[in-house]
């Protein structure tokens, strides 16, 4: 049974850089698509990054391109998101989820295993 941990999240200034990061065990990381989403209080979840099994592909949400980074280090079983320049609406929780393929997809409905969130706070 796969479980998924994230970390890394907190508060920081407008402007400020946090890097979250998504442990992984059961299974075999290196086969999952994996994914960042993020929610709100009152919103449906929203897709933020992807990327596939061997990190050599990603995509992201275009309200965080060129600000966010998704990464991974399948010996470590362990994926990251590198975010920068960050924005008051970047205030969400923030969760990584398993993909039930080898690659990523924007809907929810795609992913089988979620990790329990972290808090991002940006103060303006």
């Known amino acids: 049974q796969a479980q998924l941990v994230e970390s890394g999240g907190g508060l920081v200034q407008a402007g400020g850089s946090l890097r979250l990061s998504c442990s992984a065990s059961g299974g075999t990381f290196s086969t999952w698509g994996m994914a960042w989403f993020r929610q709100g209080r009152g919103s449906e979840r929203e897709y933020v990054a992807g990327?596939?099994?061997?990190?050599?592909?990603?995509q992201y949400a275009d309200s965080v391109k060129g600000r966010f980074t998704i990464s991974r280090d399948n010996a470590k079983k362990t994926m990251y998101l590198q975010m920068n320049s960050l924005k008051s609406e970047d205030t969400d929780v923030y969760y990584c989820a398993r993909n039930t393929g080898d690659y990523y997809e924007e809907v929810v409905d795609g992913y089988g295993y979620w990790g329990q969130g972290t808090q991002v706070t940006v103060s303006s």
């Open positions: 990327i596939n099994s061997s990190g050599r592909r990603t």
